[in-house]
């Protein structure tokens, strides 16, 4: 069965470090999404991704997050400069229906 | 703007039906979806139903639309240990062709033996 990988699986990092977060999709599928869920709070949508460029994101999805797709294979979330807020489980998807099993990014 | 909520926490005995409800603001959504979370995993997608059914049934899994109240339940039949997840409801928005999804805050599934 295809899956999404995701890694790492959990990243600690100082505040004002930039992390990228890395995601395998599913190759053949067209829409790539990432999301993200704050201890205790829901599933957020972040960005969804489609031809190579973004199609749409959120309002949390500000000028210090970024997403790309460099080798047509890994599909990257960079948060430039990380705060305290930032620390959540981020999810990559592929599709609506397949969901890597999360990075958990902790900020110091 | 959209919002999907459910309760936190529900408990049943092995054995027993489980039955997790969803709310949901915009009746035009156009799928709607239920994923699993098990420990330190992602999310599973179990199901979807599509807004103009009212009922759909997988193995132990059926699934209820209630579109005039804007309800979702997926009921468990003879609920086993391994069932023991948090359960997300999720909505489509309409008018999206993205594929985003909006999630409920998760409810966390207790089977006791």
């Known amino acids: 069965e295809p899956e999404v990988t995701q890694t790492p699986s959990h990243q600690v990092t100082q505040m004002g470090q930039e992390v990228i977060l890395r995601c395998v999709p599913i190759?053949?599928?067209?829409?790539f999404y990432w999301y993200r869920q704050i201890l205790g709070q829901k599933v957020e949508f972040l960005v969804s991704?489609?031809?190579?460029?973004?199609?749409?994101k959120s309002e949390i999805f500000d000028d210090q997050f970024s997403v790309e797709r460099p080798d047509g294979s890994n599909f990257t979330l960079k948060i430039r400069s990380t705060k305290l807020e930032d620390s959540a489980m981020y999810f990559c998807?592929?599709?609506?229906?397949?969901f890597g099993q999360g990075t958990r990014l902790t900020v110091v | 703007g959209e919002d999907v909520e459910q309760s936190l926490f529900l408990s049943v005995r092995e054995g027993d039906s489980s039955v997790i409800n969803c709310t949901y603001t915009?009746?035009?959504?156009?799928?709607l979806y239920w994923y699993k979370q098990e420990p330190g995993a992602g999310l599973q997608l179990l199901t979807y139903?599509?807004?103009?059914?009212d009922m759909k049934q997988d193995q132990r899994l059926t699934v209820l639309l209630n579109k005039k109240d804007k309800h979702l339940s997926l009921r468990i039949a003879d609920t086993q240990t391994g069932d023991s997840a948090i359960y997300f409801c999720?909505?489509?928005?309409?008018?999206?062709?993205?594929?985003?999804?909006?999630f409920g805050q998760g409810t966390t599934l207790q089977v006791k033996p």
């Open positions: 998807a592929s599709s609506e229906a397949f």
């Open positions: 190759s053949n599928h067209l829409y």
């Open positions: 991704f489609y031809n190579n460029e973004i199609s749409e």
């Open positions: 915009d009746s035009s959504s156009t799928y």
């Open positions: 139903i599509f807004s103009n059914m």
């Open positions: 999720a909505e489509s928005p309409p008018g999206d062709n993205t594929g985003k999804l909006i």
